[in-house]
């Protein structure tokens, strides 16, 4: 069956500008992430979904990022006032209910802020 | 500290070679662990889970010492196809997500 998906794979913006990111999760997983991985770092905690729960927003850098999912289905990850140092790529995945089951991840967003 | 720590390498080896990552976890409480495999600039996969009596599949040996707080995976016979970044990832219950550590890099040459 179809995979995690995102778009757009790449994103050039200019620095203050915003930007949206997508993520379309596999169809019947309940739990949905979302990480940042700077260019040779580790994945970073973003945000994470859960069915209709309320999110757990503790990885979220500032008050610029903000998340948005509609029941069990696509997320979208947005980004106010693009700084170059948001440049990353930006992973979604998705799994079975809870963290510990295996996450399946979407080839990411590249987003270069200039 | 960070949470989940790892060499970054690049571990260097020969094609066939025996090669060893550890990982070492600051919590006490975390609960599950994983490997994750990521190829350059793609996305990580799931390699293997780490069970506490150790796990093998294949040529790929998975181990987790609590008492040190460390896991470890042993790769033999080491073939091309194995460069990649491996990821150690712990699960801490109570929370909801994956704490990764950034990742060891494998260079596997003939």
């Known amino acids: 069956g179809a995979g995690v998906s995102q778009s757009p794979s790449n994103k050039v913006t200019e620095k203050g500008k915003d930007v949206e990111l997508r993520c379309d999760p596999i169809s019947g997983h309940t739990a949905l992430y979302w990480y940042r991985q700077r260019l040779g770092q580790g994945l970073e905690f973003l945000i994470y979904f859960q069915g209709n729960s309320a999110p757990d927003k503790s990885g979220l850098p500032s008050d610029r990022f903000s998340a948005e999912r509609t029941g069990e289905s696509v997320s979208t990850l947005t980004i106010q006032r693009t700084q170059q140092e948001d440049s990353a790529v930006y992973l979604c995945?998705?799994?079975?209910?809870?963290?510990?089951?295996?996450?399946?991840f979407g080839p990411g967003t590249r987003l270069t802020v200039l | 500290r960070k949470e989940v720590e790892q060499d970054p390498g690049p571990f260097n080896v020969p094609e066939g070679a025996t090669v060893a990552f550890n990982c070492t976890y600051s919590n006490s409480a975390s609960q599950s662990f994983f490997w994750y495999r990521q190829d350059c600039r793609k996305e990580p996969k799931l390699l293997m889970s780490?069970?506490?009596s150790g796990n093998e599949d294949g040529r790929f040996t998975a181990q987790l010492n609590r008492a040190s707080q460390y896991i470890s995976l042993l790769i033999r016979d080491s073939k091309l196809s194995d460069s990649a970044t491996y990821l150690c990832?712990?699960?801490?219950?109570?929370?909801?997500?994956?704490?990764f550590g950034t990742g060891t890099q494998l260079k596997v040459e003939l």
């Open positions: 780490v069970y506490s």
């Open positions: 990832v712990a699960y801490t219950g109570g929370g909801n997500k994956l704490t």
């Open positions: 995945a998705s799994s079975e209910g809870l963290a510990y089951n295996e996450q399946f």
